[in-house]
């Protein structure tokens, strides 16, 4: 059955959830406070990269049933079920999570409900906020108790965001158990078409399902630095953690996922979403069960440090005037997402301290720029590596894991190689005459 559909915030997730909704046969309007956005938007232009994302954007706002506005009176005149994918930052001098652009949705949205309607929260959100805010929707709409909220967690990865939008692994659905109202019935509308798949879909209440989405993330991130401790245990004994995490991950209680050791974890949630999760559990008065995800974080950070400080040592500790290549500027292929980046953060930093820094990213180049006006961008990875003493290959896109390491060494000033993210055929470049160090890896 086709729904009319509402979704706030036409960010990385929103945009790909409105157009996954109309590809799933529902009719949506997407809904952002960005005029520029919502310009782009329906004349059918993604304003950001995801694969696959412009042609099923493009298919639905030609085919009518996908178009964009900035008023929500509108939104809320036209759907019956509106979702909610507005930012949740990290709260500037703090770790908690900035609630008020979620805040703000609720305060607009909810009075213009005048008729039954159910609003699905799929931001990552400090657990307690969904119960908050179900409160307030009855409170501030005209239909009071017919204004119905839960919360629907969104796993989507960038790079992937449309096939895990029309083929997710499970669905969560919370639910305020004392009134569980209308929201399941029509969750099971929204997603029949998983659900036809057997996708799993589990209804929980309210705080579980926030919970749900910070652990699953949280757990990650927990992974990555795992692999990242093990590695510095590595880089002090010449162990390989690439060969160890092949064998640990054998284990199939372990897995081979997410056992990439390099420069560590980045990107718009991993970082925010620990950080807020333990301001959040310090609020809850259970700090001391999160303090592990402190140490997640500092070992993550270290990773950018060791990569400095290795550029450092391969220029006899002159990083003032050497010349460096960074090719990536994305926090991981496949995206042009440069908040909280390894790569950019390295780039920069390298710059702050006196580095000659070029950077290129295929698609990044645009958003690095603007944090970064005082960094060089170049045209091409070619251009980058031009006279580089040390190249460092910051984010594992495929143009950088196939670079020819003859034809780069023709154009370097010294053939030194920083693989931040173990992706480059080490037995190529060593055998090209280049010296290689990898993460947490035998260098040559
Ligand atoms: N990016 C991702 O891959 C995923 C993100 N999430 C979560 O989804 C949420 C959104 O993340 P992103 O899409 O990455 O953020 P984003 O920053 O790309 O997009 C947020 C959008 O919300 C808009 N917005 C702000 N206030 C608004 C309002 N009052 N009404 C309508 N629009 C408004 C902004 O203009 C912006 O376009 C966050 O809570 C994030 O943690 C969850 C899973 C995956
Ligand atoms: O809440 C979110 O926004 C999303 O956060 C992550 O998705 P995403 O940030 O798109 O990227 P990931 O593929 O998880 O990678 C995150 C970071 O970890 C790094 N990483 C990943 C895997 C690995 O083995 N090693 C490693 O360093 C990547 O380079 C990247 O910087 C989760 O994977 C999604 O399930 C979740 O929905």
Redesign the pocket.
């Known amino acids: 059955m086709s729904l009319r559909i509402s979704v706030?915030?036409?960010?990385?997730?929103?945009?790909t959830h409105a157009a996954g909704m109309a590809e799933l046969g529902h009719e949506v309007v997407g809904?952002?406070?960005?005029p520029a956005?919502i310009e782009r938007l329906s004349r059918g232009e993604v304003p950001?990269y995801e694969p696959g994302l412009p042609e099923l954007l493009r298919k639905h706002v030609e085919s009518g049933r996908l178009r964009f506005t900035t008023d929500?009176a509108e939104a809320a005149e036209f759907a019956d079920v509106h979702f909610i994918?507005?930012?949740?930052?990290q709260k500037k001098g703090s770790y908690a999570?900035d609630m008020t652009?979620?805040d703000?949705?609720i305060e607009?949205l909810a009075p213009l409900i005048t008729r039954p309607a159910v609003i699905l929260g799929?931001?990552?959100?400090p657990v307690g906020t969904a119960a908050r805010l179900a409160a307030r929707v009855r409170e501030l709409s005209p239909v009071g108790d017919d204004a119905q909220l839960g919360w629907n967690?969104?796993?989507?990865?960038?790079g992937f965001?449309v096939e895990d939008t029309l083929r997710p692994d499970r669905l969560v659905i919370g639910v305020d158990k004392d009134r569980p109202g209308r929201i399941e019935e029509v969750a099971r509308e929204v997603y029949a078409d998983a659900i036809s798949r057997d996708t799993p879909f589990l209804v929980t209440d309210l705080a579980t399902a926030e919970l749900v989405?910070v652990s699953a993330n949280a757990f990650l991130a927990t992974k990555i630095s795992f692999i990242n401790a093990i590695a510095e245990v590595c880089e002090a004994t010449g162990a390989d953690v690439v060969e160890l995490a092949d064998a640990i991950g054998h284990d199939a209680r372990i897995g081979r996922k997410f056992l990439g050791a390099g420069l560590g974890f980045g990107?718009?949630?991993l970082p925010?979403?620990i950080r807020a999760f333990m301001a959040r559990a310090g609020e809850l008065g259970v700090d001391q069960a999160l303090t592990f995800l402190r140490e997640v974080d500092d070992v993550n950070m270290r990773r950018r440090e060791h990569v400095i400080g290795l550029v450092e040592g391969e220029l006899n500790g002159r990083l003032q005037g050497g010349k460096v290549a960074v090719l990536g500027a994305a926090f991981k292929p496949e995206s042009d997402?440069i908040r909280d980046s390894p790569a950019l953060d390295v780039a920069g930093r390298l710059h702050l301290k006196g580095a000659d820094v070029r950077v290129f990213d295929p698609e990044a180049m645009a958003n690095a720029a603007k944090v970064w006006p005082t960094l060089t961008f170049t045209e091409s990875a070619a251009e980058a590596v031009k006279d580089a003493e040390v190249v460092v290959v910051a984010t594992e896109w495929k143009e950088f894991r196939s670079l020819d390491p003859h034809a780069v060494a023709d154009l370097v000033a010294g053939k030194v190689v920083i693989d931040g993210r173990n992706c480059l055929p080490a037995e190529r470049w060593i055998d090209a005459g280049w010296r290689y160090l990898g993460m947490g890896r035998h260098s040559s």
């Open positions: 706030f915030g036409t960010g990385y997730l929103g945009a809904v952002d406070i960005d956005k950001f929500a994918g507005v930012g949740t930052p999570a652009f979620v703000s949705v607009t799929k931001s990552t959100v967690p969104e796993f989507l990865r960038e965001a989405k990107g718009g949630c925010k979403d997402d």
